[in-house]
């Protein structure tokens, strides 16, 4: 893969980052936590053996689980060839911690729509529970993909920004042409020829 596609390719997954990122904030976040004021507020608290009536306070949105599946699947899927140890935020690491808050979440909202599925006499999860299993599967193949590379047993293209004559290409010396932030797309201009 040239340098350049290579770059290009790096910013393209910054970019389904940061719209993985504000998902999870949309759809995992705000209702885990409406979901623990609305607890508070109502008093429904989960005790041994029993579920209040009033418990959980909504539904949360378990349809958001599936396109935010999809895009991390496809966000870890399409990085394992990259390097990503660029100045940006988009580093692997990054993207273990959005896996993680989200799987986390989606656990979470999984067991409050098969508690209120409950009250009505039947268990449903919407299969929102395999969503969080192939999270989990997507979260080991992250750090699989981590530890192979620093054990360097991934092609060296896949751990190192090589140029097109073979030499290494430090991080901070490569050039991007791509806007650091997604929102920068919006303000910039094409370049004349």
């Given amino acids: 893969m040239r340098l350049t596609r290579q770059v ?38 989960v005790t041994e053996g029993s579920v209040p009536a009033g418990f959980p306070a909504f539904v949360p949105p378990w349809w958001a689980a599936y396109p935010m599946t999809l895009l991390l699947a496809v966000l870890a899927i399409g990085s394992l060839p990259l390097p990503l140890k660029g100045p940006r935020a988009t580093t692997r690491g990054t993207f273990l911690t959005v896996l993680v808050f989200t799987f986390s979440t989606t656990v979470f909202l999984a067991a409050a729509t098969a508690a209120a599925e409950a009250h009505q006499g039947r268990a449903n999860y919407f299969g929102v529970d395999i969503l969080a299993l192939l999270q989990f599967a ?27 004559d073979g030499t290494v290409v430090p991080p901070k010396e490569i050039v991007r042409r791509t806007p650091r932030r997604p929102w920068d797309w919006v303000t910039r201009r094409p370049p004349r020829q």
């Fill in 138 to 164: 997507l979260i080991v193949v992250t750090v699989a993909r981590m530890l192979l590379g620093a054990l360097r047993l991934v092609p060296r293209t896949w751990r190192e920004y090589i140029d097109e």
């Fill in 8 to 45: 290009a390719r790096e910013a393209r997954f910054g970019d389904g980052l940061f719209l993985a990122t504000i998902l999870w904030i949309v759809f995992g976040a705000l209702p885990t936590v409406g979901l623990l004021v609305g607890q508070l507020v109502t008093g429904a608290f």
